[in-house]
Nanobody
Framework: QVQLVESGGGLVQAGGSLRLSCAAS????????MAWYRQAPGKQRELVAT????????YYADSVKGRFTISRDNAKSTVYLQMSSLQLEDTAVYYC????????WGQGTQVTVAS
């Protein structure tokens, strides 16, 4: 079964930057679209960004356009999320996802933006 392991979260001041990584076990995610989601306390999980299997970003949530960049390295079965100009509202647990039937969510990585 494919496992997703997110990393790179932490505490950052508003206006700062972080780079999240997500490593997928095996190689099946390398030939499928991937995405980043986030879930803030008391809110539903929301889609942040998606990227095609070939590395073309397909979607960014309006709230992160111009500030976040999704990318991937298929040789490493890894997807990244470069986050800049972070805002308090970006505080959430960030999860990656691979669009493969039956995949389970990883544990996520906490991003906390402080004023």
């Amino acid at each position: 079964q494919v496992q997703l392991v997110e990393s790179g979260g932490g505490l950052v001041q508003a206006g700062g930057s972080l780079r999240l990584s997500c490593a997928a076990s095996g190689s099946i995610c390398s030939i499928n679209a991937m995405a980043w989601y986030r879930q803030a306390p008391g809110k539903q999980r929301e889609l942040v960004a998606t990227i095609s299997s070939r590395g073309s970003p397909n979607y960014y949530a309006d709230s992160v356009k111009g500030r976040f960049t999704i990318s991937r390295d298929n040789a490493k079965s890894t997807v990244y999320l470069q986050m800049s100009s972070l805002q308090l509202e970006d505080t959430a647990v960030y999860y990656c996802y691979c669009y493969v039937r039956g995949i389970s969510w990883g544990q996520g990585t906490q991003v906390t933006v402080a004023s």
